[in-house]
């Protein structure tokens, strides 16, 4: 049920004024990017015209608490469809920022994990130029699992080095300098 009281009419603006996010007022609910979307043909509860619906509707917190908007692949498939020229993979992308803004003020909590890989990710390309597959792997899997989890994966891990198809230690490129400048730029901290 909807709240009026509960609505924020002002959410459509804040996610417009992100990057990516300016066509969302131009969404007029046709559902074309979900009927193409292939996150929503195996997973239902992703449905990208309801997370604009909701947005356009001001409902704020339930769209930034929505632990579907971490499902989206980025496969831009929505964007060919959308009649409106409606970016939806970076509208959900705006959303997501406004999401982690929100989390790291203490005002929301995101279940999902895919925050703390993605970050953990991008930590790891900004030192080494590419991802460390063991740290990054094991060090999600202490965060979101504990020791427990962690040790339960340590099996696989060492199969996967044992064919040399994981490295202990990481592998830095050259010019990890550029690599860091480049984040320097592009970062909207
Ligand atoms: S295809 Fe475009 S206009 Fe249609 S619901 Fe999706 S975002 Fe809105
Ligand atoms: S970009 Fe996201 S919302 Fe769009 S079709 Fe791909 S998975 Fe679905």
């Known amino acids: 049920m909807i709240k009026s009281s509960e609505l924020d009419p002002n959410f459509k603006y804040e996610i417009s004024k992100e990057p990516g996010g300016e066509n969302i007022k131009k969404c007029f609910n046709c559902t074309g990017c979900t009927v193409g979307c292939p996150v929503t043909e195996i997973?239902?509860?992703y449905n990208?015209?309801?997370?604009?619906?909701k947005s356009l509707l001001g409902m704020r917190k339930?769209?930034?608490?929505?632990?579907?908007?971490w499902l989206c692949a980025s496969c831009y498939i929505c964007f060919e469809r959308c009649p409106q020229d409606v970016k939806i993979t970076e509208v959900v992308g705006?959303?997501?920022?406004?999401?982690?803004?929100e989390a790291r003020a203490g005002n929301i909590k995101i279940k999902n994990t895919k925050p703390v890989f993605d970050n953990?990710?991008?930590d790891s390309v900004r030192?080494?130029?590419r991802w460390y597959e063991a740290g990054v792997s094991g060090t999600f899997m202490l965060k979101t699992?504990?020791?427990?989890?962690a040790i339960g994966y340590a099996p696989m891990g060492l199969a996967l080095f044992k064919k040399g198809k994981l490295s202990i230690l990481p592998h830095k490129i050259k010019g990890?300098?550029?690599?860091?400048?480049?984040?320097?730029?592009?970062?909207?901290?």
């Open 43 to 45: 997973d239902k509860s």
């Open 62 to 69: 339930e769209v930034l608490t929505d632990d579907s908007i």
């Open 94 to 101: 705006a959303i997501r920022a406004i999401a982690l803004r």
């Open 120 to 122: 953990l990710f991008i």
């Open 48 to 53: 990208p015209r309801m997370i604009l619906r």
């Open 127 to 129: 030192s080494n130029g």
């Open 145 to 149: 699992k504990g020791v427990g989890g």
């Open 176 to 189: 990890t300098d550029e690599i860091k400048r480049i984040f320097e730029e592009v970062s909207t901290k």
